[in-house]
Structure formats: C-alpha cells, structure tokens
C-alpha cells in the first residue's frame, strides 16, 4: 500500500527566505508525482508534476525534485512571499501497471506560514 | 474553457441523513475522481468514473456511491450519514481514465451534527 508522508508539518519562515519541503513514499513504482498548493477551505491548485521518468520541474520560483529509487521528492521555494502561505500537498500516481486507475495518494501537507 | 465546478459550496446535515453532491467536469474531460479530505488531512481517494462506469475505488463503504452522465458531470451520493463524514469533498477531472492531469474544484464543505 502506497503511503505519503510530509516534512515537516508546519513551517513558519520569515519573508524572503528560501525553503525546501519534503515529501517520502513507500512504493516507488510510481507514474508521476504532484504537488499542489490549497488555500484554506479551497480546493487544490496544481503547482508542478514530475514524470516518473523526470528529476526535476520548474516553474518560477518553484523547483521540484524527484528522486524515485529512494522515494523522495523536494519542492524548493525561493524567495518566499507572504502570498506564498498555503498548505502544500504532494501526491503520487501509481504506474500503469497497478490497479489505482486515476488514484492519487496524498501526503497531510505541510502548512507554511511566511510572515512579512 | 471553463474550470471544474461543484455544487452546493457548503451544506448542513443531520445524523442518519442522505446527501447528494455535484460536480461538473472541465470541458472536454471525460474521467471524474473524488476525494475526501477530513480536517487537518490530505484528500483520500474515495472512486473514479470514466465515461459513466466506476472503475476504480478506495476504501469507502457501499454508502458511498456515485453516478456519471453522459455530458461527464457526475454525483457523489453519501447515504446514512455518521459524524466522521464531515469533511471537504472533492471534485477532479481529467481527460482520460489515469494518465492525464487531473483539475480539481473548489470544493463542498459538509459538515454533519
């Protein structure tokens, strides 16, 4: 059974800062790997997906990393704004060959304050 | 190209009670997937509809159930609702059955007394 987790849970930085957060899977015969931003009592928002057969993606101030073989994933942000405030989530996606169809497994998410 | 919408954005149900909740896919998308997201947690798989039969499931009970349309909107039905099933329920939609980016809208809060 595939499972998701995120480190750390919360995380307050002070504007400006550049910070990296954590994501770990069980299972890595994955298909692609996720990351999404959800704003209070809102849906998610997709920032950035992996390839399974990709090491990195990048959009902006946004840079993701994926190493499959050791089951880990980073999602690095530069210059963090107080916009930037939301909970982070990543998701993975089986490959083709196992039976979750569109399933994605989410992490808890990692909160990140980022205070002016 | 319009977005993924649901309906209704919050409900109040009691113990015991049913409810229906829906969700309009983006255009051209043909797969739905919803989730279930308890407070504090991330989204749970809960099933997938692909061109209007269920093919896939995660560990929810028969009370959870669903339909898809022919125009791929589709509803996710929770019968006799218990307390643990307040939560976010969440809408996504994607272009094919797995290997596509799947969009999810904002969202019904339910909340159970």
């Known amino acids: 059974k595939q499972e998701v987790t995120q480190i750390p849970a919360a995380l307050s930085v002070p504007e400006g800062e550049n910070l990296v957060l954590n994501c770990s899977f069980t299972?890595?015969?994955?298909?692609?790997l996720q990351w999404f931003r959800q704003d209070p009592g809102k849906g998610l928002t997709s920032l950035l997906l992996?390839?399974?057969?990709?090491r990195e993606q990048t959009s902006g101030r946004l840079n993701a990393s994926l190493d499959k073989s050791s089951g880990r994933s980073t999602l690095y942000i530069a210059a963090s704004q107080p916009g930037d405030s939301a909970t982070y989530l990543c998701?993975?996606?089986?490959?083709?060959?196992?039976?979750?169809?569109?399933?994605?497994?989410f992490g808890q998410g990692t909160i990140l304050t980022v205070h002016p | 190209e319009t977005g993924v919408t649901q309906s209704p954005t919050h409900l109040i149900k009691t113990r015991g009670q049913q409810v229906t909740l829906r969700c309009s896919s983006q255009?051209?998308?043909?797969?739905v997937s919803w989730y279930q997201q308890a407070l504090g947690q991330g989204p749970q798989f809960i099933f997938q509809?692909?061109?209007?039969?269920?093919?896939g499931r995660g560990n929810f009970p028969p009370r959870f159930s669903g339909l898809q349309f022919p125009n791929y909107s589709s509803e996710l039905n929770v019968n006799a609702l218990e307390l643990d099933d307040s939560a976010l329920y969440l809408c996504?939609?994607?272009?094919?059955?797995?290997?596509?980016?799947?969009?999810f809208g904002p969202g019904t809060r339910l909340t159970v007394l």
């Open positions: 996504a939609s994607s272009s094919t059955g797995w290997t596509d980016t799947q969009y």
């Open positions: 299972d890595s015969a994955i298909y692609n």
């Open positions: 992996i390839q399974s057969s990709q």
């Open positions: 998701a993975v996606r089986l490959d083709a060959g196992g039976t979750s169809y569109g399933k994605l497994t």
């Open positions: 255009s051209g998308h043909n797969t």
């Open positions: 509809y692909y061109r209007e039969e269920e093919n």
